[in-house]
């Protein structure tokens, strides 16, 4: 059974700094892209960040470009999301995603997701 294993969320203050974590022991990682999504309270999952199996493509969306940034440890199996100047508005559930296209087959897996909160 494939395992993405998020971790790394909380409480912080508005300005504050967090790094997520999502790990991963049951996929050939490396092959992967990986991706952020988040969902607020009351809305659609989104997009927020992603990055290609060699991590020679990266986007983020818009809304935290300049902000967030992620990275991948392939020797580690873990990718990464730094989110700095956090603001009320990235509150949410943030999920990793693991997806690979085979010529006969697409993969694709969530996290169950960890808790972000952004308050004073």
């Known amino acids: 059974q494939v395992q993405l294993v998020e971790s790394g969320g909380g409480l912080v203050q508005p300005g504050g700094s967090l790094r997520l974590s999502c790990a991963t022991s049951t996929l050939t990682f490396s092959i992967y892209a990986m991706s952020w999504y988040r969902q607020p309270p009351g809305k659609e999952r989104e997009l927020v960040a992603s990055m290609s199996n060699a991590g020679e493509i990266i986007n983020y969306s818009d809304s935290v470009k300049g902000r967030f940034a992620i990275s991948r440890d392939n020797a580690k199996n873990t990718v990464y999301l730094q989110m700095n100047s956090l603001k009320p508005e990235d509150t949410a559930v943030y999920y990793c995603?693991?997806?690979?296209?085979?010529?006969?087959?697409?993969?694709?897996?969530w996290g169950q997701g960890t808790q972000v909160t952004v308050s004073s």
């Open positions: 995603r693991a997806q690979y296209i085979s010529q006969i087959r697409r993969y694709d897996y």
